[in-house]
């Protein structure tokens, strides 16, 4: 089989097309035949080198990738043969690896159907980045009464939230750069600011005189700054991974990453699967690139020219 590897940790050109041996599945595993791979800015950072206290460096050679889409080839020991033929997609695990491939394996119990109606890049986007933004969601209790903005409007989360947010009647402001402002007002976000404009804070506050949860994934100083402007009883959640406190408790700030989300995401996953196929909650898959070109996908998330969900697609004509 095709599939991405990297020796040593760098910039994106580390990442390599090889030829691999076909995975065998062991005992309780499918393998899937992949035809689509969610890929995130965490797996930009770790390619880097970056380590985390919940994301340890893997050892190399390894081949990235945590999230797929496809179908069912071949069943392991123990597996129900009934499921070879059948669409799945799936979260291969925490820690997990080998989803940059045209075949990976995956633990039986961690499959699901692709629900009808929904594609493979959909699908995938929706295990990942949807089952993300349904913590997120559940953790903000949004209402109809809270003016809710959110940063990074533009990417795959963005898209979700804003989403989320108007479903439960709430007022939605995106931040997102220049040409992104439409695509977020696309997904249903009542105001769009361009953060990079040196008069961004005015704009917003002309805009929206009121401001009652934040919604953040990136950490730095817009949030900070954003975090200034909820009114009192007002809350941010947060999702970058910043820990930085801001001497402001009649605004709270709430932590969504580790394991106050680790413990349901089972069930995030579900939610986010069946908000797919409703239509209440669409992931936008705005990125999608070649699997032998997985390299353009990770520049395409560093230098954030990309929009909404970054997905790799697998041709095995040889694409």
Do not use: C
Not at 79 to 107: F, I, N, Q, S
Not at 221 to 242: N, Q, T, W, Y
């Amino acid at each position: 089989m095709r599939a991405i590897r990297h020796h040593a940790f760098g910039p994106a050109d580390v990442l390599r097309l090889e030829q691999l041996p076909d995975p065998e599945p062991g005992a309780g595993q499918l393998r899937v035949a992949v035809e689509a791979a969610g890929v995130h800015l965490l797996d930009t950072s770790i390619r880097a080198g970056m380590s985390f206290p919940s994301t340890p460096l893997p050892e190399l050679p390894m081949v990235p990738g945590r999230e797929v889409a496809g179908v069912v080839d071949r069943v392991g020991a123990g597996v129900d043969d009934a499921w070879v033929g059948r669409r799945v997609v799936a979260h291969l695990g925490p820690g997990a690896r080998g989803g940059y491939a045209e075949l990976t394996l995956v633990d039986a119990g961690r499959v699901y159907d692709v629900p009808d109606g929904l594609d493979a890049p959909t699908a995938v986007a929706a295990i990942g980045t949807g089952r993300t933004a349904a913590g997120i969601l559940d953790h903000a209790a949004i209402t109809a009464d809270d003016v809710v903005v959110v940063t990074s409007a533009a990417g795959g989360l963005g898209a979700l939230l804003i989403q989320g947010a108007r479903n439960a009647g709430a007022r939605t402001v995106g931040l997102a750069g220049g040409a992104k402002l439409d695509l977020v007002r696309g997904f249903g976000a009542d105001t769009a600011v361009d953060y990079r404009d040196p008069e961004w804070l005015d704009v917003l506050r002309a805009a929206e005189p009121r401001l009652t949860l934040l919604l953040d994934g990136v950490g730095g100083k817009v949030p900070r700054a954003l975090h200034g402007l909820l009114e009192p009883g007002g809350r941010m959640v947060r999702f970058s991974g910043d820990t930085e406190g801001y001497d402001a408790p009649d605004r709270r700030i709430v932590d969504v990453l580790g394991p106050v989300m680790l413990s349901r995401l089972a069930e995030f996953e579900q939610q986010a699967l069946a908000a797919a196929a409703d239509g209440s909650r669409v992931p936008h898959v705005g990125t999608t690139v070649p699997l032998a070109d997985a390299a353009a996908a990770h520049r395409a998330l560093e230098d954030r020219t990309s929009v909404g969900k970054v997905v790799l697609l697998v041709d095995r004509t040889g694409g």
